[in-house]
């Protein structure tokens, strides 16, 4: 059997000179594991799809001391072969592969800083994403329902950019819940430069995720390359706020071919930073949520995560119908008015009117007086009968 | 024959006499026609069903002269025996009261006032309602798509309440279109207080159309009686603001039993009276609708009123993919770098990197420059290769 940090060793120099996703370097991989990819792609004894992914790079290469290195920096290499490999969540993007979906080869390994294990973070787990520009109103959205999501237990996703994935980060962040991260770029390439301390804080507790190694620079294909683990890895994805053309909207896009849930936060249309979430929810691309609860339902286990239907306020005159209603409208709030004369406001015939007034009493709803019937209170009945 | 003035008298009387809406005489008309259903009546010959149904008022009698009266103070009595009856929109009733559905008796005849002839103006008609304690964002989405609405020859239906009802009025006026308005009371009854200008304005070019004869008081039996009427004269109902309660609601889900439209605005989550709104958006109650364009498409008449997909800002890299992606996000905007860099960096090999440049440089997406290649505006090839 292979020593495990020989496997390592492996993995992080595939993941050096192949940029992802690198499907025929993963085939490559499934063949033959990836100590023997690794020493073939090395001798240049592989077949061209492999090549073409691997010969810009082929000169990289990552030695053990290396790999002390980063560790001595707070990072750790996740392999598939460990026990906290995400395996289940990530089984999407094997499945979606398999079917033939371009650009859903699975990570190679993850590059990661923090102390939350994978199979645990992920779990339970939900993405929240949005707008870099977003408003007051989506931030105030992310960061609650982060915060609620954490409460209950949920790991919130996002992707560490400023807007509605910062603010989520927050919101999990000040439930001290676990919030992970997966960039677009290395884990010290210093970005977004503004969220350095909010990525410090995540990987305190929670987890920043990379397949990018060291300080690889963002750039726009990795960016949607790395939002196919954002959508992988949680249950759902929420879009807080998206104009019409956005990765959020990549990212929800991607979960949907995965099979996860997808919802979107509604907004005044009068805001352009909601358009996005409107055209999906229109579209029937995403679901409507209200509530963090309806996120929870929306992603949660059945009859576990239920939400609660809300109840909608009652009133004292909420089981009147038919007659009952009629004759309860006709009544006067203030003045007395005749039998005769309720009957034939109300259309409702004198016997049956004088009938269903003696039954408002019961519930308060009625009140005798020296005219005849008004209108009653609804709080019981009343004595001046 | 019947003389058409004797069936209008005796259609008064019935709708004198009937609380709508009164399923019994409906079928009595509907068996021996108005005239001798209104005699019988009279004369108490009747089933219980019918009895029970005009008992209360039978005492009532409308005459030539009030009818006469009616006419001077600007009022006509609509029966299903003119031309003008909207036969095509009230079909929707026949047929769910046919079904068997509760409450969906037909109008036996309608007060109108106003110039606007019924089956033209309900020939392409919508019904904008929603929360009398609309905020300025859902009135003044109301008044927008009334306006564009009216502009596009549609007349817009509406219960001439405060707040929603009202902006969409206002709208639909604004834009020198028919208004329509269906009360809660009679057309004299002087309600809202209010909107007593409002509905003066809307006579002048539209329709105010009631059930309830001259100052009948609106009651809420008489609103939720009338709220079908507003589901049936039109294509679809919009509910622009609503609370989780409320009579927009149950016009909507009348119009959904009808098989009309059901269109709901989303707005923002923190705003109470988009709650309803969102409820029927979650529920798939409502189609969501973001522009009158929206509306138009989902009520339209295929092929003629639909909307044009808005088209997404388009960017000069919007084309790329796979490899030009790649190598265009590799570039730096202002540093030049060899074609070694770039292809270690974006993952190309250095031949494919080599040509893919070449290509960009075509559409000014890369260029030339001492230091190898750097990234090009898009606009257009530049002349310092």
Same mark, same amino acid.
């Given at each position: 059997m292979t020593d495990i940090s020989e496997i390592r060793l492996a993995r992080a120099y595939l993941l050096a000179v192949a940029e992802p996703p690198a499907p025929a370097v993963a085939a490559l991989i499934a063949e033959c594991g990836p100590v023997e990819a690794a020493g073939r792609i090395r001798d240049g004894a592989v077949p061209d799809a492999v090549a073409k992914e691997t010969t810009a790079r082929g000169g990289r290469e990552v030695t053990g001391a290396d790999l002390a290195r980063t560790q001595e920096a707070g990072m750790r290499l996740i392999i598939p072969e460990d026990d906290e490999w995400p395996q289940w969540p990530l089984l999407s993007l094997r499945v979606a592969d398999g079917r033939g979906v371009a650009g859903m080869t699975g990570p190679i390994a993850l590059w990661g800083r923090g102390p939350a294990q994978l199979n645990e973070a992920f779990d339970r787990a939900v993405t929240i994403v949005g707008s870099r520009t977003a408003t007051g109103y989506g931030e105030h959205i992310a960061a609650e329902w982060s915060y609620t999501l954490a409460q209950s237990g949920v790991t919130v996703l996002s992707g560490a950019a400023y807007g509605i994935d910062g603010a989520a980060h927050r919101g999990s962040l000040a439930a001290g819940g676990v919030s992970a991260a997966v960039l677009g770029c290395g884990l010290d390439a210093g970005y977004p430069a503004g969220h350095q301390t909010l990525l410090r804080r995540i990987a305190e507790r929670g987890i920043v995720l990379s397949e990018y190694t060291d300080a690889a620079p963002p750039a726009r294909h990795r960016f949607l390359v790395r939002n196919r683990l954002l959508a992988a890895l949680s249950a759902g994805t929420v879009v807080v706020e998206a104009d019409r053309r956005s990765g959020a909207?990549?990212?929800?896009?991607? %979960?949907?071919?995965?099979?996860?849930?997808?919802? /979107?936060?509604?907004?005044?249309?009068?805001?352009?930073?909601s358009s996005g979430c409107h055209e999906m929810l229109r579209s029937g691309d995403a679901r409507?949520?209200?509530?963090?609860?309806? #996120?929870?339902?929306?992603? @949660?286990?059945?009859?576990?995560?239920? /939400?609660?239907? /809300?109840?909608?306020?009652?009133? @004292?005159?909420?089981?009147?119908?038919?007659? %009952?209603?009629? #004759?309860?409208?006709?009544?006067?709030?203030? %003045?007395?008015?005749? #039998?005769?004369?309720?009957? /034939?406001?109300?259309?409702?015939? #004198?016997?049956?009117?004088?009938?269903?007034?003696?039954?408002?009493?019961?519930?308060?709803?009625?009140?005798?007086?020296? %005219?005849?019937?008004?209108? @009653?209170? @609804?709080?019981?009945?009343?004595?001046?009968?």
């Open positions: 909207r990549n990212t929800a896009g991607t %979960a949907a071919t995965l099979g996860k849930a997808v919802m /979107a936060v509604p907004g005044p249309l009068t805001s352009r930073t409507l949520v209200t509530t963090a609860d309806d #996120v929870l339902e929306d992603v @949660g286990r059945l009859g576990i995560d239920l /939400a609660r239907p /809300a109840e909608p306020p009652r009133r @004292g005159t909420d089981r009147l119908s038919g007659d %009952a209603l009629r #004759v309860h409208d006709a009544l006067l709030p203030r %003045a007395g008015r005749s #039998v005769q004369w309720i009957a /034939a406001e109300s259309g409702v015939p #004198v016997a049956k009117a004088r009938a269903v007034l003696c039954a408002l009493e019961l519930d308060g709803l009625s009140q005798r007086c020296e %005219a005849g019937w008004r209108r @009653g209170s @609804g709080r019981g009945r009343c004595d001046t009968g």
